[in-house]
């Protein structure tokens, strides 16, 4: 018997893999010559600038120091590197030929002019969202860029995930096709703050837990996920930050990099901010509706009580450490950080974030604690004018894991972070392989 079911099992699967194949076929698109830049309106091309800013499109297609979208940035992701795509309009290596519909068909469906499926790691399922004139508009501003001829490198997927057609595997578990769909219930700022977030920025990309599979896990949207050895905390009420995140303090935060009551970027939101969303050419109005639309999700309003209270908690913890000499964990950080971490104003500085007040520390997890002191934040890793010199050299992972706990317990509430010296160590290995 076994025999007998072992063959139908084999031949069940040889029809269903031979199904999704014939379901994952897309015809070429035909080639075009490149539009002359002429043919696009200025009105259009402006608007797709805002848009490929709003969207931070340069961070996954433009390397460090390299051409802009000419392509080239690693996307790490649990099933290999993704490296982004050519995006000037250069025809060999680049999207010069494809026509609007050919680009149209990438955004929406995750298809390549050639017919080959995209990897997801190019957020078609959120661009999928976008209106038929911001398309055309993206596309206007993209033929328009100068030309810059690149390969970027293979992808490291390995056999046989990287087989193109499986994708559509994937899509039929997890993507769906259709344009944003405005709430009735709520204004219209709230609408289009939803829209840029969901679909052209495509916040829940680093905010939403993902399963094994790589899919959104819609059920549980903005709930935080890790990300390149980061944690991007949940946008939602169950953000651990002490003070909410209100719409004031998201706008000043999204503008700039840094918020007085919730501290400075890092990690790849730094991208987000400094190469998109702090850009003069994105309008304030268009931050402001993004606010809008978080603080909402956060039910901040709701949760606006007490913020003075917080704030002035908090700094009174702001110079602890100081002449605790006894303490060798204060004496610790009084000696590594508290130069640039002291506040005495009624109200932090940006530029020196009050850590009682900052995620790092009332996260579950100490990850962002670590790698902020692993790593430290360079001129261009964080808000401008703000840096922080990296600590793997000089701190051991001991040391770093009695910081780590003499901060949480003298700057939280929240229980101790469990065996810390050796998340220490781990990350510090991680992040030595990813240099």
């Not at 990300?227 to 953000?239: E, Q, R, S, Y």
Request: glycine share 8%.
């Amino acid at each position: 018997m076994i025999r007998p079911i072992s063959i139908a099992i084999l031949v069940a699967a040889c029809f269903l893999l031979a199904g999704l194949l014939l379901l994952a076929r897309r015809p070429a698109i035909a080639t075009i010559e490149r539009p002359v830049p002429e043919s696009f309106s200025a009105g259009s091309i402006a608007q797709g600038e805002v848009l490929a800013a709003a969207g931070h499109c340069a961070s996954c297609h433009t390397v460090p120091d390299g051409q802009p979208f000419a392509g080239g940035y690693g996307v790490h992701t649990p099933f290999g590197i993704i490296y982004g795509s050519n995006l000037t309009p250069d025809p060999k290596t680049g999207i010069g030929m494809w026509s609007l519909e050919a680009f149209e068909r990438a955004m929406r469906e995750g298809v390549s002019r050639d017919g080959s499926h995209l990897f997801p790691a190019f957020p078609y399922y959120a661009y999928t969202k976008l209106s038929e004139d911001d398309v055309k508009a993206l596309y206007a501003y993209l033929m328009t860029r100068p030309a810059v001829r690149a390969t970027a490198p293979a992808n490291t997927v390995p056999f046989p995930l990287k087989i193109r057609a499986f994708q559509e595997g994937w899509k039929l578990l997890f993507f769906r096709s259709g344009r944003y769909r405005t709430d009735p219930s709520k204004s219209d700022q709230w609408n289009r703050g939803a829209y840029l977030a969901e679909g052209v920025a495509d916040c829940s990309g680093c905010h939403t837990p993902r399963n094994f599979l790589g899919g959104e896990q819609t059920h549980n949207p903005y709930a935080g996920y890790e990300v390149d050895g980061w944690i991007a905390p949940a946008l939602t009420a169950v953000n651990p930050s002490p003070i909410p995140w209100t719409e004031e303090e998201l706008f000043t935060y999204l503008r700039t990099g840094a918020s007085p009551l919730h501290g400075a970027t890092a990690a790849t939101m730094t991208a987000v901010i400094r190469d998109g969303l702090a850009l003069a050419i994105v309008p304030d109005s268009d931050i402001r509706d993004i606010a809008v639309y978080i603080a909402d999700t956060d039910h901040a309003s709701a949760r606006g009580v007490g913020i003075e209270t917080t704030t002035r908690e908090a700094l009174a913890t702001s110079d602890l450490g100081i002449g605790q000499e006894h303490d060798p964990d204060a004496d610790l950080y009084a000696s590594a950080c508290i130069s640039c971490h002291y506040n005495s104003g009624p109200v932090p500085l940006s530029a020196r974030p009050e850590l009682a007040l900052n995620s790092a520390l009332t996260l579950p997890e100490p990850t962002n604690f670590i790698q902020a002191v692993l790593r430290g934040v360079g001129d261009r890793e964080g808000a401008p004018g703000l840096v922080m010199p990296e600590y793997a050299s000089s701190l051991s992972d001991a040391e770093i894991a009695h910081l780590g706990a003499y901060l949480r317990r003298t700057r939280t509430k929240y229980p101790a972070w469990t065996d810390l010296e050796s998340r220490v160590s781990a990350i510090r290995r991680e992040s030595a392989k990813s240099r």
